[in-house]
């Protein structure tokens, strides 16, 4: 009789746990507040800094000063030279790639109280592997804001 009350309470337990998790659709809610005000072409990746960034990673610049310190000394896009930070955030990145990039494309979300930057990379065999910039230009975002960087490939 003391295995069955065990053996019983061990099942109620486990199926009140197990019965209890719910899987929760999580539906992704884009807030218009998101925008970006201009895509940047393709860069050398030579001009980023690579002391203050790595390959992979996105910058948020938010100042002139911020600007200069990730642009190497004469590498500074000429879509960059007249960013008014006062209503502009500048995104900023740089990746290696495994095969030649015929062209990217940019988006930029809101989502909940988070925001996503997806790069999307066009692979071409015709081109040559190479380390890309890559960057854009979006509506004034607060400084301490979390940014996701994600990628999608195409080939």
């Known amino acids: 009789m003391k295995k069955f009350i065990f053996f019983s309470t061990i099942a ?9 998790e719910k899987e929760e659709k999580k539906e ?14 393709l860069m050398s990746s030579s001009g ?18 911020e600007l200069n310190e990730i642009f190497n ?6 879509e960059l030279t007249n960013v008014d930070f006062t209503k502009n ?7 290696g790639t ?3 990039v015929s062209k990217i494309e940019h988006n930029f979300s809101k989502v909940k109280d988070k925001y996503e930057y997806t790069l ?12 890309v910039g ?3 230009i979006i509506e004034k975002i607060p400084n301490n804001s979390e940014v996701v960087f994600k990628v999608n490939i195409k080939h």
Request: proline content about 4%; charged content about 15%; hydrophobic content about 45%.
């Open 89 to 95: 955030t500048v995104i900023v990145g740089s990746c």
């Open 98 to 100: 495994a095969q030649g």
């Open 134 to 136: 890559f960057g854009i």
């Open 12 to 20: 109620l337990l486990a199926f009140a746990t197990l019965g209890c």
């Open 48 to 65: 980023i800094n690579k002391k203050t960034h790595g390959a992979g990673e996105i910058v948020i610049i938010n100042s002139q000063k």
């Open 28 to 41: 992704k809610v884009i807030l218009p507040e998101a925008k970006i005000a201009e895509t940047l072409p």
């Open 73 to 78: 000394k004469g590498y500074l896009p000429k």
């Open 120 to 131: 999307t990379i066009f692979y071409d065999l015709t081109h040559v592997a190479q380390c």
